[in-house]
């Protein structure tokens, strides 16, 4: 079967799992199962993009043991296959509030640690107005600037929905002040969105999947990110602070604890933002879901009440709010 071929008969299948940015789809080839990856085209791009994944994944692969290969690529039509990893989704067998398996977090911590060693000149190049290596409070603004353009973009059309959900007219405000306090350190290769869903588990080993959002930049960044998304029971994030601290070099986590916390609070602003957008899209369209609806609702919920103590708002929002939030708006807006 040519890559061809076996890209058309993903395309028959585009019901198939998809993230934000990509359909994958799995197709059983004479040596076995491959992963063909196919963009969504229109996608709204609410995360900060740097390289393209299959850049990326043939730089990164002498250095980083736990990553898929890149089988193929093309242009045009444009999609990418990857090597198939046996397994389950860390998010089918241990979704958020229940305990991972054991070696989760050492093989997180082992992945951080060897992106350290990833050189810059073997990754695809950056931009001139990137932040410069160790600026981590202009990387802090970069972040910033990114999530405020979202904010601005779809504020006017989702205004009503913001005030319900109390997300104020400026809710990254107060970042202005943080990002200058950041500590310098070396940038690294990150992952930038490491979650139960894009981890593979398979006897007792961790493979990481999706680095389309990879970037150069600071490592406690990676950490916020992993640990906003991923939701560690509390003995679980203790253990995966101890291994990243014990196999992290020092310059790398110099100043780390207030710094965690300042990009904590951004990635909590930013998911308030982001979701409260594409959950109310998906639930206007009636899907597809990426998970059942009444887990979206809890998620939404836990997403506003993690961003609201960032505004200074005390009380918790629930679930029968957000839920009752969502059915107004998609009433007003889904054709009778």
């Known amino acids: 079967m040519t890559w061809l071929a076996i890209y058309e008969q993903a395309r028959s299948r585009l019901d198939a799992a998809a993230g934000y940015y990509n359909h994958n789809i799995r197709v059983e080839v004479a040596d076995g199962p491959v992963i063909v990856r196919i963009p969504i085209h229109g996608a709204d791009v609410m995360d900060l993009r740097l390289w393209r994944e299959e850049e990326v994944l043939p730089a990164i692969a002498p250095y980083v043991s736990q990553a898929p290969r890149l089988l193929f690529l093309s242009e045009e039509p444009a999609f990418q296959i990857h090597q198939f990893i046996c397994g389950a989704v860390l998010n089918d067998i241990a979704p ?87 500590t310098d350190r070396p940038f690294v290769c990150v992952h930038a969105d490491v979650h139960r869903k894009n981890i593979i588990v398979d006897d007792g080993r961790s493979v990481f ?42 310059a790398h986590m110099a100043g780390w604890e207030p710094d965690l916390d300042a990009y904590l609070g951004h990635e909590r602003i930013k998911s308030a933002i982001v979701d409260t957008v594409r959950y109310s899209q998906l639930f206007v369209a009636g899907g597809p879901y990426p998970y059942p609806e009444y887990d979206m ?23 029968d709010e957000v839920r009752a939030c969502f059915a107004d708006w998609v009433a007003d807006r889904r054709p009778l």
């Not at 904010?151 to 009503?160: E, I, K």
């Not at 999706?210 to 916020?224: K, N, R």
């Not at 836990?302 to 505004?311: E, F, V």
């Open 96 to 182: 958020r509030g229940t305990a991972c398996p054991p070696h989760v977090p050492g093989d997180v911590a082992r992945l951080f640690r060897q992106l350290v060693d990833v050189p810059r000149d073997k990754l695809p190049s950056i931009p001139g107005d990137w932040p410069a290596d160790g600026d981590s409070a202009g990387f802090g603004r970069r972040l910033t600037r990114l999530t405020q353009w979202i904010y601005d973009t779809f504020v006017d059309d989702y205004r009503p929905l913001f005030d319900r959900f109390g997300i104020p007219d400026r809710p990254l405000a107060g970042l202005a002040d943080v990002w200058p306090t950041l």
């Open 209 to 250: 999947l999706d680095w389309e959002l990879a970037l150069w930049g600071d490592p406690v960044y990676d950490l916020a990110v992993h640990l906003h998304k991923m939701a560690y029971l509390p003995a679980e994030e203790a253990d995966l602070l101890d291994r990243w601290r014990a196999g992290m070099p020092a």
């Open 297 to 319: 609702v809890a998620s939404m919920t836990g997403k506003l009440n993690a961003a609201r103590p960032r505004w200074g708002v005390t009380t918790a929002v629930t679930r």
